[in-house]
């Protein structure tokens, strides 16, 4: 069941989707979702937490971190798709493929990322993102992710 979404939308309505809170929650907003594919954008602070220390005196943006932009981006849109319940379940990541760098990103940039969903089946999903700065392309990756419960404190890894 898809759900409709109208955009754009910011972190008030992100943090209803998403278990993520500050400073992990990376998504500002939100500016497109049709069901099929999602655009967020991401404000790059010159304060923020990824800054401080990775590259002293030539900040650049972690590459890891555009790769939890990107897979929070997929996250919400699987719940904004209505795909499972966001308040008792969460995705999690089970795997990258073809992960490119292309670009780095500094402080006061707008990093957009686009994602869209590739495949899912019963709990296991497959997206497909990339993310740019001023048009230009800074990462490309697929990724996979699984559907785990929130509240299972047994949950050591992903069934």
Do not use: W
């Not at 969460?90 to 670009?103: D, S």
């Amino acid at each position: 069941m898809i759900m409709s979404a109208a955009t754009p939308f910011g972190v008030d309505t992100i943090q209803e989707y998403l278990p993520h809170r500050r400073p992990m929650l990376m998504l500002d907003r939100v500016t497109k979702f049709d069901g099929e594919a999602i655009v967020t954008e991401i404000d790059t602070q010159p304060d923020a937490f990824y800054f401080d220390g990775h590259f002293p005196n030539n900040p650049i943006m972690p590459g890891v971190v555009i790769m939890e932009c990107i897979g929070q981006t997929g996250a919400l849109l699987a719940a904004l798709r209505g795909d499972f319940d966001h308040k008792d379940h969460l995705l999690a990541f089970t795997g990258f493929e073809k992960t490119r760098f292309r670009k780095f990103v500094k402080p006061n940039e707008t990093l957009c990322v686009y994602c869209t969903l590739v495949k899912k089946r019963r709990h296991l999903y497959k997206f497909s993102g990339r993310a740019e700065v001023n048009g230009e392309l800074v990462m490309l990756l697929e990724f996979s992710a699984a559907l785990t419960s929130k509240n299972d404190d047994s949950n050591r890894g992903l069934k």
